[in-house]
């Protein structure tokens, strides 16, 4: 069956860094365009970042463009989010979405806390 599991979120300081993992299996990974949202507790769930089937284009959030970074490997049906200069406001749930012919998946998502 479909599935798509996000690991590497965890406790990290103002500052640090994160990378998180998203990996599929169930379904054509090559052929589907893959995204990152998160969740902050109270808020709605948000778009992160967006890299297309073949890796040659992402989209980033205007708050997450030069400190985000999407990539993906397709010959290991990932996709990536490097996480660098985290803040507080950053601390969500990280899900990964995958968006393709034959519908749409989400992970259960991986909880990134920023604090001091």
């Known amino acids: 069956q479909v599935q798509l599991v996000e690991s590497g979120g965890g406790l990290v300081q103002p500052g640090g860094s994160l990378r998180l993992s998203c990996a599929a299996s169930?379904?054509?990974?090559?052929?589907?365009?893959m995204s990152w949202y998160r969740q902050a507790p109270g808020k709605e769930r948000e778009l992160v970042a967006t890299?297309?089937?073949?890796?040659?284009?992402?989209n980033y959030a205007d708050s997450m463009k030069g400190r985000f970074t999407i990539s993906r490997d397709n010959a290991k049906n990932t996709v990536y989010l490097q996480m660098n200069l985290l803040k507080l406001e950053d601390t969500a749930v990280y899900y990964c979405?995958?968006?393709?012919?034959?519908?749409?998946?989400w992970g259960q998502g991986t909880q990134v806390t920023v604090s001091s």
């Open positions: 169930g379904f054509s990974f090559s052929t589907y365009a």
């Open positions: 979405k995958a968006v393709g012919i034959r519908g749409i998946y």
């Open positions: 890299i297309t089937s073949a890796g040659g284009r992402t």
